[in-house]
């Protein structure tokens, strides 16, 4: 089969589009034919060797952490799926290979396919839905009654993490561009502010929770609001040592992501906030879970309209890092790429 990897960590990384065997499974993992594969920042992080510290992949490495497939194997111990199942999964951190024809992966890890989403719609709901749902009920402990704020919360992410915290009964606020504000608030979003033309920061006050979207420029705003006592969680910010210590990582690491993280550690300590670093894992039972709020929400994530195949991954790569993708940008297999 085809497979696009990394075969040396760089700054500018290319993948390189490689022959490979088709993975074998153990007993309790099933094999996918992929479908559908997410480009996701996750991607760009790891071939430049951004997360060595956290893990460092053998070389060469198949890319690719979210998709969509048919299961056309199963392992003796899997009774929870059938042949010809469509699934979608975020795939285990240490185990990623979204992008080749076939992947091997613990039935634990994936889930059926919502009802209301197609192969390249569900594409893009693992990874945001894994986030918002893991970051929400697990890091932030969220509570009925409590205030949410997500500034650049207009996006995928705020599309999956709306309705995940209006099922946990808090009040939540987004920021974004204008055209966004009507989706948002059909979301579920209780309040909307207009980043062109308002600062969420001279308007707020007293908020609980805030999940950072837009990274360390924003964070003297983002405390500036949040309630003494209150949390704040960043999907981009950088690890620190709670997180490290959260993770059961070793000394060495826990050291090196304490120094790593302790300005921003110091700046939330200073505001009377606690802060807060995710990096998502794979979950089929949440998945699951995800999976209901999806349908009963009716959400369908947005998925641009430019198309990628497989020997098209590093325009792809490229054009989320700098072409401005309306969604998901996507790596579809089909017969122009043959076994």
Do not use: C
Not at 28 to 41: H, M, Q, R
Not at 86 to 92: A, D, E, M, Q
Not at 214 to 226: D, F, N, R, V, Y
């Amino acid at each position: 089969m085809k497979a696009a990897q990394l075969t040396k960590y760089a700054k500018n990384y290319q993948l390189e589009l490689n022959e490979i065997d088709v993975p074998t499974i153990n007993d309790t993992e099933v094999l996918i034919k992929v479908k559908e594969a997410a480009v996701n920042p996750l991607d760009a992080l790891i071939g430049t060797g951004s997360l060595r510290l956290m893990h460092h992949y053998q070389l060469p490495q198949t890319m690719g952490n979210e998709l969509t497939g048919e299961i056309v194997q199963l392992g003796r111990s899997v009774t929870q799926f059938n042949l010809g199942d469509s699934v979608y999964t975020r795939l285990p951190f240490h185990q990623i290979g979204a992008f080749a024809q076939y992947v091997a992966v613990d039935a634990s890890a994936i889930a059926p396919l919502p009802s209301n989403l197609d192969f390249k719609t569900g594409a893009a709901a693992a990874l945001t839905g894994l986030t918002a749902y893991q970051g929400l009920h697990e890091i932030l402990a969220a509570k009925s009654g409590q205030t949410l704020f997500i500034p650049g919360g207009s996006g995928s992410f705020g599309q999956m993490a709306i309705p995940i915290a209006k099922a946990l009964g808090l009040t939540v606020i987004v920021s974004g561009n204008a055209q966004a504000k009507e989706r948002t608030l059909a979301a579920g979003a209780d309040q909307y502010f207009d980043y062109h033309t308002q600062n969420y920061w001279e308007l707020l006050s007293d908020v609980d929770l805030v999940i950072d979207t837009l990274g360390p420029a924003e964070l003297e705003h983002e405390l500036s609001i949040i309630k003494p006592g209150g949390q704040l969680l960043s999907l981009i910010m950088g690890p620190n040592g709670a997180f490290a210590r959260a993770q059961h990582m070793p000394l060495l690491q826990r050291i090196l992501f304490g120094l790593n993280g302790r300005k921003l550690d110091q700046q939330a300590k200073k505001a009377g906030v606690t802060y807060h670093f995710i990096f998502v894992r794979s979950d089929g039972q949440q998945l699951r879970a995800i999976s209901k709020l999806i349908e009963a929400n009716n959400i369908v994530p947005a998925v641009d309209s430019k198309s990628f195949d497989l020997t098209e991954v590093n325009e792809a790569q490229a054009y989320l890092a700098n072409g401005h993708p309306r969604g998901k940008v996507l790596i579809h297999f089909d017969d122009t790429v043959s076994d």
